[in-house]
């Protein structure tokens, strides 16, 4: 039987080193602004270690989402019921790993992110939410599903982008009871399920 390697301790310090320098930089300075030159001055690396890992900032950018949703998918995987649940326990489930992982969510969401992180967002919750939608409303439409699956995400991230902005002036529960009473009149006339 293959024993599979274990990865190199310094590889992933010095990932997470400059990882961390670019959350800390879009913070700072807005995601567009930043350069690898700015990059690898945080993290005191050289410009040929940060191309060993890295091709350039977007890909840096893409490997900090990937690890962020990752890590949702782990955490959201934690204790769920199988049971049909309605989208209400997605979002919360959500707002939870935000304030947990705030200052990143910041850097990828807040008023200094990119516009492809809000969007990568936007296209990997609308399809949670619509498997969601689709498990406890079977009888729907896909297309009706599909579209209120949209409306969520936009009301979903528009409440995230402000909770972040506004430094999370209220709990994730609290966030997630707002988003329910914004959302789910609406939802539950337009795919009338047994909710």
């Not at 913070?27 to 270690?49: F, H």
């Not at 060993?52 to 893409?62: G, K, V, W």
């Not at 699956?149 to 009301?155: E, K, N, Y």
């Not at 506004?166 to 988003?179: D, I, K, Q, R, V």
């Amino acid at each position: 039987m293959m024993m599979t390697k274990p990865p190199d301790r310094r590889i992933q310090r010095t990932r997470q080193l400059v990882q961390d320098a670019l959350i800390e930089l879009i913070l700072e300075k807005g995601y567009t602004a930043v350069t690898v030159q700015d990059i690898i001055d945080r993290a005191n690396i050289g410009r040929s270690t940060f191309y060993a890992h890295f091709q350039d900032t977007e890909s840096l950018f893409l490997s900090t989402f990937d690890w962020l949703w990752a890590d949702f998918e782990r955490y959201f995987s934690q204790g769920v019921n199988t049971a049909p649940q309605p989208p209400w326990a997605l979002t919360l489930r959500f707002f939870q790993h935000v304030q947990g992982q705030h200052r990143l969510y910041q850097a990828l969401l807040g008023e200094k992110a990119s516009v492809a992180a809000v969007a990568q967002v936007h296209k990997t919750l609308t399809l949670r939410i619509g498997e969601h939608l689709r498990d406890y409303a079977p009888t729907a439409q896909a297309a009706m599903i599909s579209l209120v699956a949209h409306h969520c995400i936009h009301t979903i991230i528009g409440l995230l982008t402000w909770w972040l902005d506004n430094n999370l002036p209220f709990s994730a529960e609290e966030m997630n009871e707002t988003c329910r009473a914004l959302l789910q009149p609406g939802v539950e006339k337009v795919l009338n399920p047994q909710w």
